[in-house]
């Protein structure tokens, strides 16, 4: 009996973590689940629990793009809420120092 080290074994239906992460992006993967802690029939805390695994351009095709929005992850948004936010002070400024110069207008 011939031993032949040489040999190599195919399979046909391999998939590399390349692969497997490729589809899961590209499809993605919802896991939901639920914990409760009950004492004596009475529910003291009820945590959901749901998590999407997928592509940003997944995501964005299902209308989740919150991250856009939140200061914290997107320079952006952060600039925005800055600008928003001397908008706000400017107004009110401007608000203050209208209600002064009718005040000083008006006769004593």
């Known amino acids: 009996m011939e031993n032949n080290s040489n040999s190599m074994t195919h399979s046909t239906h391999s998939a590399t973590l390349a ?3 490729e589809r899961i992006l ?3 993967v919802v896991i939901a689940g639920d914990i ?3 004492l004596v029939d009475i529910e003291l805390l009820t945590i959901q ?3 999407l695994i997928c592509s940003v351009d997944k995501a964005k095709e299902m209308g989740i793009d919150w991250w856009m929005t939140n200061s914290y992850l997107s320079s952006g ?3 925005q809420l800055e600008n928003q936010e001397l908008d706000t002070l ?3 400024i401007a608000s203050l120092e209208g209600d002064l110069a009718r005040q000083q207008a008006a006769p004593s």
């Open 77 to 79: 948004a952060k600039q």
């Open 26 to 28: 590209d499809k993605g």
């Open 19 to 21: 692969d497997v992460l």
């Open 49 to 51: 629990i749901r998590l």
């Open 36 to 38: 409760k802690i009950k």
């Open 90 to 92: 400017r107004a009110r």
